[in-house]
Structure formats: C-alpha cells, structure tokens
C-alpha cells in the first residue's frame, strides 16, 4: 500500500478478488436513506461513537450503486476500540481488522441484517476523511450534473 501526501488517497492492490459472486450495480433504491437510520438506530447508543455516517453510492441520491449500504461508525480515538470492537460483537459483528487501511477497521455484518458494510473510523482520520469528501463531491456533482431532486 502506498499513501500519496500530496493527494491524500490510498492506493491497494489487489491480489485475489475481494468476492466470488457477481457484483450488480442497481438503479438508487428509494429505500437506501431508511435502511441506513434503522442501522444506524440498532447499532446506536454507544457511549463511544461521535456519529454514524451513510457513505458511499447508496448514500448519493439518484446514483446507481451496489444494493449495500456503507456506513462509518466515527470514534474519538484508537483508546475507544475495545469497547466499541466488544459492542459491536455483542451485535454479531465480526470484526475483520483495518483491511490494509489505518485508522479504519472493518466488520462483517450479521446474516439477519440487510446488505452493509460497517467500519469504524477515527475521527478526523484520512480514512474517514475520504469516505466524506467522496460521498460529499458525488452528492453535489449529480445533484447539479443531473439534477436530480433530493
């Protein structure tokens, strides 16, 4: 992994496929905000967590994405990542590690749950800090390229 200063984006290479099954990109799901807030609702109170964020394509309205949510669980720092690993678990989160990524730690979701993809990130961590700018630029950018009502 290599990590540009100048640009603040990480670059990985992939060695084997990240999944063995087909990806579909499907058009935006109407559904998509609320799947997130009832996540977020059942994952929500921690005493540790800042915020939970809807990231990713299923969080940019009108955006054509995979049909599975991506959410940032944001905590204050790394001393907060035992308890938040032990209250996630609790849920039936696996945790999986930071995935090659600093300060971003990902979990496998529970089979009962719908689509997501959960990770942890510190607060004002590049990890999250690019999560946000993307989804951020994505929701203004087709917002006014396409004009696509919110």
């Not at 969080?59 to 991506?70: Q, R």
Request: charged share 20%.
């Amino acid at each position: 992994m290599r990590h540009s200063s100048e640009h603040c984006v990480y670059h990985r290479r992939m060695t084997e496929p990240a999944t063995s099954s087909a990806i579909q990109v499907v058009d935006h799901g109407r559904d998509w905000p609320r799947t997130f807030l009832r996540l977020r609702d059942w994952i929500w109170p921690s005493d540790v967590a800042i915020a939970i964020e809807h990231v990713g394509s299923t969080a940019v309205p009108g955006m054509a994405a995979k049909p599975v949510i991506d959410m940032d669980v944001v905590i204050a720092s790394r001393t907060n990542l035992p308890s938040i690993v032990s209250r996630l678990g609790s849920l039936g989160y696996q945790h999986r590690g930071d995935l090659g990524i600093a300060d971003r730690e990902a979990f496998l979701a529970p089979r009962n749950q719908p689509a997501h993809h959960l990770y942890l990130c510190v607060e004002n961590s590049l990890a999250l800090k690019n999560h946000l700018t993307v989804r951020d630029y994505h929701r203004t950018t087709c917002r006014t390229r396409w004009l696509i009502p919110l």
